[in-house]
Antibody, heavy 117, light 113 residues
Framework: EVQLVESGGGLVQPGRSLKLSCAASGFTFSDYYMAWVRQAPTKGLEWVASISYDGGSTYYRDSVKGRFTISRDNAKSSLYLQMDSLRSEDTATYYC??????????WGQGVMVTVSS | DIVMTQSPFSLAVSEGEMVTINCKSS????????????LAWYQQKPGQSPKLLIY???TRQSGVPDRFIGSGSGTDFTLTISDVQAEDLADYYC?????????FGSGTKLEIK
């Protein structure tokens, strides 16, 4: 059974850091690009970042560039999102997913990040 | 950045009816290399994670009922749901993955009367 399980979310003050993790199982993790997608409360979907098979290439939306870092550890079948200098507008549910727009399409259940003082 | 303009914002239909959701991109999503449109459709049911329905504008993902039909090319795309079922209650999003940053449409909320 394929599983993507996110962890590391929570309440954090503006300007502080948080690191999200996503543990994958049930498929060959290293065969796929991976991505983080977020969804602010009652809002739509927003792509955050993507990473290539071996982590050699990374891509970010402009609003997180320089603040967020996507990484992966294929030996541990894990995906990460280091989030620094957090802002209130980063408040959202963050989903770990296989590369967008292709099969196979695997998503985690999402993890909530709330940035507030 | 490629802007995805999705319409309508919401719609309400009875079971058995047909619905059409539109998505227009600010640039062509058609690759000259493989003649594929880099446009996907996602479904997000209440309280659930999104799920891919359609990719390459018209290819259904495995297991997706054939009442979900994707069409269009270039900059204009449509998701048609024929014979709507109660289980189709969800938000629907288009996505362009032709170029970075990947961008979603604003979403369409489908309600069942």
């Amino acid at each position: 059974e394929v599983q993507l399980v996110e962890s590391g979310g929570g309440l954090v003050q503006p300007g502080r850091s948080l690191k999200l993790s996503c543990a994958a199982s049930g498929f060959t993790f290293s065969d796929y690009y991976m991505a983080w997608v977020r969804q602010a409360p009652t809002k739509g979907l927003e792509w955050v970042a993507s990473i290539s098979y071996d982590g050699g290439s990374t891509y970010y939306r402009d609003s997180v560039k320089g603040r967020f870092t996507i990484s992966r550890d294929n030996a541990k079948s894990s995906l990460y999102l280091q989030m620094d200098s957090l802002r209130s507008e980063d408040t959202a549910t963050y989903y770990c997913t296989t590369d967008l727009g292709w099969e196979p399409d695997y998503w985690g259940q999402g993890v909530m990040v709330t940035v507030s003082s | 950045d490629i802007v995805m303009t999705q319409s309508p914002f919401s719609l309400a239909v009875s079971e058995g009816e047909m619905v059409t959701i539109n998505c227009k991109s600010s640039q062509s999503l058609l690759s000259s290399g493989n003649q594929k449109n880099y446009l996907a459709w996602y479904q997000q049911k209440p309280g659930q994670s999104p799920k891919l329905l359609i990719y390459y504008a018209s290819t259904r993902q495995s297991g997706v009922p054939d009442r979900f039909i994707g069409s269009g090319s270039g900059t204009d795309f449509t998701l048609t749901i024929s014979d709507v079922q109660a289980e189709d209650l969800a938000d629907y999003y288009c996505l362009q993955h032709y170029s970075s940053p990947l961008t979603f449409g604003s979403g369409t909320k489908l309600e069942i009367k």
